[in-house]
């Protein structure tokens, strides 16, 4: 077999296979991602016509999280394969040697770690912005949005709780008001028969006019309660306006990051640069780690990747959050764990190539 037709195969092997784990795990998290929007939708804090294009950019995010992983179970999944049915033995027996078997995968690897920079320092970032930005914005609409029967409401701004008993939504008509204002010492509590709700065309102020109530005013706790009797009464809800500030800095823009100089800045822009690193190095680690003999299986390895990628994505993590709080240098940052990863890397090929041995044992 030719180190072209190899290669070629190879690659299509691992690529198949890495675009159908990515594919079964974004399903799973996307899975659990649309249940907590459609919990949110059901309970009327996100619209209904807000959950695919939520979900949507989420897809987005997660990418970020999985090439890394996906890619490592692909590696191992294709030669774990060649390794099960003994083609790598007729492999190595034609004169291919380590670094022709890493071929393949370096491409596929460096192809994958281009696509994970730009979703790591553009598409990422983005997607989490316009998704909390519609999220927000739904969420202010909502709480400004027409009363709803059998609900108690609140308005932002407006220190009072609203419940409505029956409404009709074409005419706007209300009947049966209740209204608890709690803006001072004094408790103010407003029964209406029917009200009104409309919206100014001008200014966007929406107004409740209440009609035929009673009004008490009191202290708690004392006896002295006066009634007030109304033929008309309302509120005016003046139109919010909006105005959307980014609350997370791991959805903020990479320009803003790297203005901004502070060391949680730092830290995020590094675990950014972080991601296309560990595509690659996980695209080199998963060659000799997939090594099992015949009777191993194909899947007898995966563990043993899965544990490394978890390691080395949780010292990753306490790395970034030693560069937030300046407890190491931002020059060193995050990137002594990409070189220990990459040491690792390089004794692992001397190893699976016969150059060094582990210390007292004989290489398997």
């Avoid at 590696?75 to 393949?104: H, I, K, N, Q």
């Avoid at 001072?184 to 102020?205: F, K, T, Y």
């Avoid at 706790?221 to 009464?233: I, K």
Wanted: hydrophobic share 55%; with cysteine.
């Amino acid at each position: 077999m030719r180190p072209l037709i190899l290669d070629r195969y190879l690659f299509r092997e691992a690529g198949l296979t890495w675009l159908a784990v990515t594919l079964v795990l974004l399903a799973i998290m996307l899975s659990t991602r649309f249940a907590r929007f459609l919990g949110l939708a059901a309970s009327g804090e996100l619209p209904e016509t807000l959950l695919l294009q939520v979900v949507a950019l989420s897809s987005v995010q997660y990418l970020v999280i999985l090439i890394p992983v996906s890619l490592l179970l692909a590696v191992m999944l294709a030669l774990g394969r060649l390794y099960r049915d003994s083609e790598m033995a007729a492999v190595a027996a034609c004169g291919v040697s380590m670094a022709t078997l890493y071929r393949p995968f370096i491409r596929l690897g460096i192809a994958l770690a281009a696509i994970t920079a730009i979703l790591s320092f553009a598409l990422s970032p983005w997607a989490g912005r316009t998704a909390d930005f519609l999220i927000k914005q739904a969420q202010q609409e909502l709480a400004f949005s027409a009363f709803e029967a059998g609900q108690f409401r609140t308005i932002p701004g407006v220190p009072a709780v609203f419940y409505v008993e029956r409404r009709d939504a074409a005419e706007g008509t209300m009947e049966q008001i209740f209204v608890r204002s709690y803006g001072d010492a004094r408790a103010g509590v407003l029964m209406a028969a029917e009200g009104q709700e409309a919206v100014d065309a001008d200014s966007g102020d929406r107004t409740l006019a209440l009609r035929h109530g009673y009004r008490y005013e009191g202290e708690p706790g004392q006896a002295a309660f006066r009634v007030l009797s109304f033929a008309e009464n309302g509120f005016r809800f003046p139109a919010p306006s909006f105005v959307y500030e980014v609350g997370k800095r791991k959805i903020a823009a990479t320009a803003d990051l790297v203005a901004s100089g502070q060391p949680e800045d730092i830290a995020e822009l590094q675990w950014r640069a972080s991601s296309p690193i560990t595509v690659l190095l996980l695209a080199l680690l998963a060659v000799p780690l997939a090594h099992t003999s015949p009777r191993q299986g194909r899947y007898a390895k995966l563990i043993l990747g899965i544990g490394a990628y978890i390691v080395y994505v949780n010292v990753l993590g306490v790395a970034q959050a030693w560069v937030g709080k300046g407890l190491i240098p931002a020059w060193l940052g995050m990137w002594w764990v990409h070189a220990l990863v990459a040491l690792a890397v390089v004794w692992l090929y001397l190893y699976r190539d016969g150059r060094v041995r582990w210390p007292g044992r004989r290489r398997a």
